[in-house]
């Protein structure tokens, strides 16, 4: 399996090499050249299988070549092994033809566990052959950071350092992050947003001068590892629910674009899906675009759902990628205008095309609340604020009611108790075991200005184990 960059000007490489490069030398992302296609034969016969076992079935083509299958399979194995529920994913019915996938049984309660813990091993198993060492550096509005810490707090050949903006993430995502303590585990808060932090990442992988050296590898969705681990779930729960013989519509809260991009991969992969929601919050460039041809910046505001707080969706680019023929000369050329004129708008053909499998809703905060507290009265479920705008994006924007509805539910809503309690939900969430003394934890975080040459001179002073690189 080889991959090639969005905007066409950098080397292809295999898995092995992907998994370290993150962003591509010309600043595009990493694609497959080719996806693989399963047939409806093939995908039916894994039903039943566990997780882990399917999960090799979907992502072995991305990986032949670069690790041996019994190795990934041990991999996979130890990777869910980690995950408090059997299923690993389970499905829970809200009403007669309505579904939440459940994705926050993993260490750090959130969907990112599903890629995180994957990532980690994987950049273990790689390094150590290798006899490398590298530095992370990762953005987080407020998940990734703490799921990425868990996945690669135990590898030997890792600094990792994640920054978040300053009192801009829940109470619960921060200590997940500044409680984990090790000599290679960094958390930096920047006085600024998320977007702020993802452009300081973006940045420091274009001139990596800073690090002396050392290899600088990606755990935010531009990593294809990330993506790849994401797409397993969607036949996971197709499966559940009478697929392949019947096609399935997804709601996805998102706000870079990486989990429903999966479901558009899995799709292309032979998965039948009728219909990919994008469910997004106040900061709807992505609404914008799916609704009316219009991805524009816009001023990025804070809200209760903050893992989606988000301005620019990185991941957007790969969809316009394939939307372009896979011409990564027009790719570059947009994405260009994008950052000298803040906007663009797609040919009319290549907009249509786009909506015959997408829709969007964006979501507020009083309709989120509004949703938690009507599932609640409902059914007894208490919903984090995310998967509630996949809920509300869903019942609104249904195409066909005998279709199987899946929202994705991307965290535990003990994790963002501010909405819970705006929403008037009276039900004391707690901790689940392996967290119940989070609040006592040690923490320790480093704020700094939102300075880009600030940032990289912490990351070379603290890299290698608290030695300077």
């Not at 497959?32 to 299988?49: D, K, M």
Request: hydrophobic share 40%; aromatic share 8%; net charge negative.
């Amino acid at each position: 399996m080889r991959y090639i960059s969005t905007r066409g000007q950098a080397p292809a490489l295999n898995f092995e090499d992907v998994l370290l490069a993150g962003l591509a030398s010309d600043g595009g992302l990493y694609v497959p050249e080719n996806l693989p296609r399963f047939t409806q034969e093939e995908i039916a016969s894994w039903a039943g299988l566990p997780y882990h076992e399917l999960a090799f079935r979907v992502m072995r083509p991305f990986v032949t070549g670069s690790i041996p299958d019994a190795d990934f399979k041990k991999i996979l194995e130890e990777t869910y092994a980690a995950f408090s529920h059997n299923a690993i994913a389970p499905l829970r019915q809200l009403n007669g033809n309505e579904w939440v996938l459940e994705l926050f049984h993993g260490p750090t309660l959130a969907f990112k566990d599903f890629a995180l813990q994957l990532l980690g091993r994987l950049l273990d198993y790689v390094l150590e052959k290798r006899g490398e060492r590298v530095v992370i550096i990762g953005a987080t509005s407020g998940d990734t950071g703490s799921a990425a810490i868990e996945g690669c707090k135990r590898c030997d050949n890792v600094d990792i350092f994640i920054l978040h903006p300053h009192n801009r993430v829940s109470e619960v995502q921060r200590r997940q992050m500044t409680t984990i303590l090790g000599e290679n585990i960094h958390n930096i808060a920047i006085e600024g947003n998320f977007d702020d932090c993802q452009e300081m990442v973006k940045a420091s992988f274009a001139d990596q001068g800073f690090l002396k050296g050392t290899r600088l590898v990606a755990v935010n969705s531009i990593n294809w590892a990330r993506i790849m681990a994401q797409i397993v779930y969607y036949f996971h729960a197709a499966l559940q629910l009478g697929g392949p013989a019947r096609s399935i519509a997804f709601s996805v809260p998102t706000g870079n674009f990486g989990d429903i991009f999966a479901g558009y991969l899995a799709r292309n992969m032979g998965l039948p899906i009728s219909q990919l929601i994008v469910a997004t919050n106040r900061n709807d460039i992505l609404h914008r675009f799916m609704s009316g041809n219009q991805y524009v910046k816009e001023t990025l505001h804070a809200t209760l759902s903050p893992s989606m707080d988000i301005m620019v969706s990185s991941n957007f680019e790969r969809l316009l990628f394939d939307l372009h023929g896979r011409n990564g000369a027009a790719l570059a050329g947009l994405m260009e205008s994008f950052k000298q004129g803040g906007g663009f708008s797609v040919e009319e053909d290549r907009w249509s095309e786009a909506r015959k499998l997408f829709d969007s809703l964006a979501v507020n905060d009083e309709q989120t609340c509004e949703t938690i507290a009507e599932v609640f009265e409902q059914t007894g479920e208490v919903l984090d604020p995310h998967t509630a705008i996949g809920v509300k994006a869903a019942r609104e924007c249904r195409r066909s009611l005998d279709t199987p509805m899946v929202i994705l539910g991307t965290a535990h809503p003990v994790k963002f108790p501010d909405a819970v309690e705006k929403a008037g939900v009276g039900k004391a969430l707690e901790l689940p075991a392996h967290l119940s003394d989070l609040f006592q934890r040690e923490e320790r975080c480093t704020v700094l200005a939102n300075d880009l040459k600030a940032v990289q001179a912490f990351v070379s002073q603290h890299g290698n184990r608290g030695k300077p690189l």
